[in-house]
């Protein structure tokens, strides 16, 4: 169900949120958290999309702020999504125009759950930074994508200019998967120390970048990055050891990763590129800073060399 | 800069801050006895899938399968692929599937034969060459336990139980663990003959089950609760687990065994153990396991058996809008079988926490519907500032942990009706896991396989607990079978007549789930 308000306020926006909980009893209770989404234009509905599949496991209030049109006339208007429109959450949209845009923490402040903790999401360019925002200064989990900015490594290095605790990137998570991949195969015999690490794929970006970073922050080798044009992501990675290298590889376009190790039979896994959603999903599993990424992102990253 | 060692042990790449590194079991393959039957492919075999479709498994896992049908290797990746796509969780991914199916084999043959066994040996073995197994095996006995004896042998004679140092080979068997206290401890010795006990996993699914492991989160994470989990709050304690279905085909295999054996034993004991111990000083295997033995090591039965246990076995007739059979008419049946569907008995526990607090379990088939519960019952407030006709309809309050279906937690209490007069009746206050967290939480199946692969101890309850379970029931089962028939019961109901007197004698009432 949607519902449209012209011309409104948040008071009149939480009167018709309890109204509806008491119609329908459809609007469940046992939310965990406030997602609020600064969006505008095309990039509000696949956020609200990747929103709603994460709230089936992170039941959520979603309230999406576009900061619409400054020029306009002083105003707001509002949308309120139930039900099979928002997934196990309810969306609410706001859309100030002209002078109502000012003060816009006041305009989410009412419509927070009580208690629960908040998460901002910037699907597109952050502001400069989060900590200060005064929307992201409300939050526990200030969530960030540059990898939608038109120049993302710049971008990153401004996130760890600004890093606060409580800040992640979305292409942390998307290199979840290949971590994991690697640090299993570190598990295993022969345990021989790492002496260098080469990452392969696209180095425009910030997950390739993370991925790379992380590596030179734990294992304090050296990384370099080769560039391979026309990937979309990472494609693989090559850690160099005594008696011969670990590879791993992804060519462009394939779900299937083939790991390499002398004296083992080549193997394969099926690990398929990450939907927004899945990303976004494992963010809001941990509401407490990321130390890890910290480290990736402050310490790991000036380390990593391109070629 | 020097590079960070990395030794046995000793990764580099895992901080205990970096929680979103996923847990992947590492080389290993898992071998399954039985593979023809409902539990291998309703829920094992998916299990599997899910787990490689979660990115859990390691890179080359190996599926084996051992049956007696003559199959090969490609037979029986179409009906695992078959059981997977009609029961697995997660999507059908064909990507996972195919890197999964790599690893499937299929080894034809009977338990008693050596040629198979040797084979079986074999197959392991070029796993190891193939896909990177490192000669870490996990057997999973999904079958009946007479056949325990025989298959322990046959992997021991051929080698496949030995581990080489720095492998592993382990054993995984299911409920019933014997059915009763000396067959308990005879399965056990030709299990441990076999396999040293750390390797030996006793599989009870209901403690895969998220709402049982949040039982712990609930009782030891929590001030709200703990202070009050005690005989000075508590009145008394009902653990239910009821099916509305009968014994459908499984006639051979529930007559004689009853749902006391089927069910208290194993479920309802470890749930009774999980409500009632003391808090565990860690999460690991040992201290759990040390708090769980001792309570049940401290629960008492009562004296006169006959009047605080009833059990009965269920009629035909209609249920439900379905017209169903009789315990004693189903397919297969001994006509003058006494073997009960329904069971409840009263267990007191001595300790300080305990003292007269009594804790009734019951289980049953063909029920009023299909529930799992633990409803912690409280005492009346030793005052009531209202008068008698203001507080009529107040009963005791309640906390329920629903384990399933609906799993959540509902807490009963009493609430003031809107209107001029006080008057007071209870409400329900209403958490459920499907409103809270995700909709899809993990099967029981895949928590605990994966748990196997990693070697993972703390969800799987060890041979101490099997035989303190059996010697709290042998007495019971004893008594029955020297005291008659079962009474029957209508189905779709709640039990026997005789299961109400059984708490009216106690003053108390059954909780309707």
Redesign the interface.
Known sequence: MIITLKGTNTSEIGAKLVDLREEGGAV?????LTLVIVASGDDIEPAVEAANIAS????CRVIVVDPGDGRKSAGLDAEIRIGGDAG?SEVIMLRPTGPARREVDTLVIPLLLPDAPIVLWWPHDPPEDMAADPLGKMAQRRISDVDACTRPIESLRGLAKTYTPGDTDLS??RV??W??????A????P?????SVQVLGNGSRPSTYLFAAW?AA????EVTIKHEAGASAITGITLDRRSGPITMRRPEGS???T?AQPG??Q??????MRPLADCLM?DL??LDP???YELALVKGRPKVTTA | MAPVKVADGQNPLRDAADRRLPRIAGPSGLVIFGVTGDLARKKLMPAVYDLANRGLLPPGFGLTGFARRDWEDQDFRKIAHDAIKENCRTPFDEAVWEQLSKGIRFVSGEFSDDQAFARLATTVQKLDEERGTAGNHAFYLAVPPSAFPLVCEQLAESGLSQSKPGTWRRVVIEKPFGHDLTSARELNDVVERVFPPESVFRIDHYLGKETVQNLLALRFANQLFEPIWNANYVDHVQITMAEDIGIGSRAGYYDGIGAARDVIQNHLLQLLALTAMEEPVSFDAAALRAEKEKVLSAVRLPRDLGRHTARGQYDGGWQGGEEVLGYLEEEGMNADSTTETYAAIRLDIDTRRWAGVPFYLRTGKRLGRRVTEIAIVFKRAPHLPFDLNETQELGQNAIVIRVQPDEGVTIRFGSKVPGTAMEVRDVTMDFGYGHAFTESSPEAYERLLLDVLLGDPPLFPQQREVELSWEILDPIIDYWATHGKPESYRPGTWGPPSADPMLARDGRTWRRP
Request: net charge neutral; no cysteine; hydrophobic share 50%.
């Open positions: 469940a209770l046992g939310r965990v089936r496991e992170h039941p196990a942390w998570a979840t998967l971590r994991g991949l690697v640090a299993a570190l598990d295993e015999p345990y021989e120390t790492v002496r590596l734990a294992l304090k080798v779900a299937v990763v790991l083992q039979p193997l394969q896994i099926a690990m398929a494992e599993r941990r990321d130390e890890i």
